[in-house]
Structures are given as C-alpha cells and as structure tokens.
C-alpha cells in the first residue's frame, strides 16, 4: 500500500482526522459548497433556502462552529431588519481543492454498477 501522510501518527492525532473535525457533520461540506459558489458572501436566509430541509437552529449551530474553527466569517450590518452575510475565510477556501476531488471522484464512480 501506498505511504500516506497521516500513517505515522495514531488517528486520533492525525491530520486525517483533524481534516475531519473540520467538515464533520451533515451539512459543514455542503455550506461550504455553497458559500464557494457564492462568493463573496451569501445571506442566512440564501444559505437556507439553498440546502434542502435544514432548520433554522441547525444552520445557525452549524454557522457558529464554523465560525469559530476560522472557516467562514460572519459580516453584521447594522440596519433594520438585520442584515447579516457570511463567506469563506482562507483556512475555508483551502478546502475547496479537497471538495474538487470529492466531486470528481463522484462524477468518475456515480455510474459504477456495485453488484
């Protein structure tokens, strides 16, 4: 087998699973598909009605741990009605070659017959 960057360590310190913290969840790759596709910036309300059923709790919890792992930033303007955006920091657009070969990959093995 070929030598991988993350076999020296146990997994549980490797980079693997570091990358993995960082887009772990259902709907992390997804907003950054998203927020990629949009950029500068996109408002909550696009991000929602841009991914199919999820709760305006759930973007919002997911928002804020993105947020804090310095992957999106999150832009208030102060107005009435609120107005907030949110977009892609650099640590967050790093990402974007590795969701590039999740969706080649995808594209190369989606007609695979598996049986």
């Given at each position: ?91 967050g657009k790093s990402l974007v070659p590795i969701l590039d070969m999740l969706c080649q990959w ?10």
């Amino acid at each position: 087998m070929e030598n991988h960057h993350c076999a020296e360590d146990h997994f549980e310190n490797s980079g693997f699973n570091y990358t993995l913290s960082m887009i772990r969840g259902k709907y992390k790759i997804v907003i950054l598909y998203w927020l990629n596709e949009n950029q500068p910036s996109m408002r909550f309300n696009e991000l929602k009605r841009s991914i199919n059923n999820i709760s305006f709790k759930t973007l919002s919890n997911t928002l804020k741990e993105m947020e804090k792992d310095k992957l999106i930033f999150r832009k208030e303007y102060p107005q009435i009605p609120p107005k907030v955006e949110y977009g892609l920091l650099d640590r967050g657009k790093s990402l974007v070659p590795i969701l590039d070969m999740l969706c080649q990959w995808g594209n190369n093995h989606k007609n695979d017959k598996l049986a």
